[in-house]
């Protein structure tokens, strides 16, 4: 069974940096777009970022130009890379295997 495990999130000022991991068992993980999610509290669950299998990426406008999604099919791995983080961008972090599959979470807080 494939599973999905989060890893990086934790407290960061206000334009500070994160890296997060999502580490993929199985052997499936090259043959799906992987994406992150995020979710604060009282508001849905939104697409951060997304990647497909081949390395085509997209962003919600929010995150355009401050956060990049990346994958290694090699090593089953997607990582988001957030810069210039803002309060904002406080919520629990979730890495998605389309079309279904989620891992636990990860939570980033941006506070100073």
């Known amino acids: 069974q494939v599973q999905l495990v989060e890893s990086g999130g934790g407290l960061v000022q206000p334009g500070g940096s994160l890296r997060l991991s999502c580490a993929a068992s199985?052997?499936?993980?090259?043959?799906?777009?992987m994406a992150w999610y995020r979710q604060a509290p009282g508001k849905q669950r939104e697409l951060v970022a997304v990647v497909t299998r081949y390395g085509s990426t997209n962003y919600a406008d929010s995150v355009k130009g401050r956060f990049t999604i990346s994958r290694d099919n090699i090593k089953n791995t997607v990582v988001l890379q957030m810069n210039s983080l803002k309060p904002e961008d406080t919520a629990v972090y979730y890495c998605?295997?389309?079309?279904?599959?989620w891992g636990q979470g990860t939570q980033v807080t941006v506070s100073s």
């Open positions: 998605n295997a389309s079309p279904d599959l």
């Open positions: 199985g052997s499936i993980f090259g043959f799906r777009t």
